[in-house]
C-alpha cells in the first residue's frame, strides 16, 4: 500500500469591506493562507480579477509550487548522485489561458534553473538530473499541462574544497 501524506490549512476570506459579496465590485479578493505557528501568506486574486497586487495569487503560488517542488528534488538527486550545488536561482513564469465561460487554465510552466556546482566535471550529470527530479515531482506530476525545464549550469571556481 503507497503511503499517503496529509496536508491542512486554513484559507481565511478577510476581504469583506462590510457589505459582503452584494456586487462584484464591493468585496476584496484579500485572504489570509494559514497553517499551524507557520507565517501566513497574505494571498489576493490576481490585479486582473480586481486583486491586490501587492499579495500573492493563487496563479503564482501554483508556479513558486511547482518550482520549489523540483528545486527540494534536485537538490536530493544531486546529494545522492555526488553533485555538489553552491548555489540555485529559477526564474519561473506559468501561462494560463482563460476561457469562454469564465474560467480558464494553465497551458505551461517553464521552470529556468541556475544551478551552480563546485566542479566542471559535475555539469553535465547536473543537467540530467533536471528530467529525473521531474519525473519524480510531487506537483508536476499532479499537473495535467507541460513543464518545461530550460536549466543552465555554471562552475563556482570560489568555493574552497573541505574534506
Request: hydrophobic share 35%; with cysteine; proline share 3%.
Amino acid at each position: 500500500m503507497a503511503k499517503e501524506h496529509h496536508y491542512a490549512l486554513t484559507v481565511t476570506w478577510d476581504g469583506n469591506t462590510g457589505q459582503g459579496t452584494s456586487t462584484y465590485r464591493s468585496y476584496e479578493r484579500s485572504h489570509v493562507i494559514s497553517a499551524g505557528t507557520k507565517s501566513v501568506i497574505m494571498g489576493s486574486s490576481d490585479p486582473a480579477f480586481r486583486g491586490d497586487k501587492t499579495r500573492y495569487n493563487p496563479e503564482e503560488l501554483l508556479v513558486a509550487s511547482l518550482s520549489s517542488c523540483h528545486m527540494l528534488s534536485y537538490l536530493h538527486l544531486c546529494a545522492v548522485a555526488g553533485v555538489v550545488v553552491t548555489d540555485y536561482v529559477d526564474n519561473a513564469s506559468g501561462i494560463m489561458v482563460e476561457t469562454a465561460d469564465g474560467g480558464g487554465h494553465f497551458s505551461e510552466v517553464t521552470l529556468n534553473p541556475v544551478v551552480t556546482v563546485t566542479e566542471q566535471s559535475m555539469i553535465d550529470k547536473a543537467n540530467e538530473l533536471h528530467e529525473q527530479a521531474n519525473r519524480v515531482c510531487f506537483i508536476a506530476n499532479s499537473c495535467n499541462f507541460p513543464v518545461y525545464h530550460k536549466p543552465s549550469c555554471l562552475v563556482n571556481k570560489d568555493v574552497e574544497k573541505t574534506g
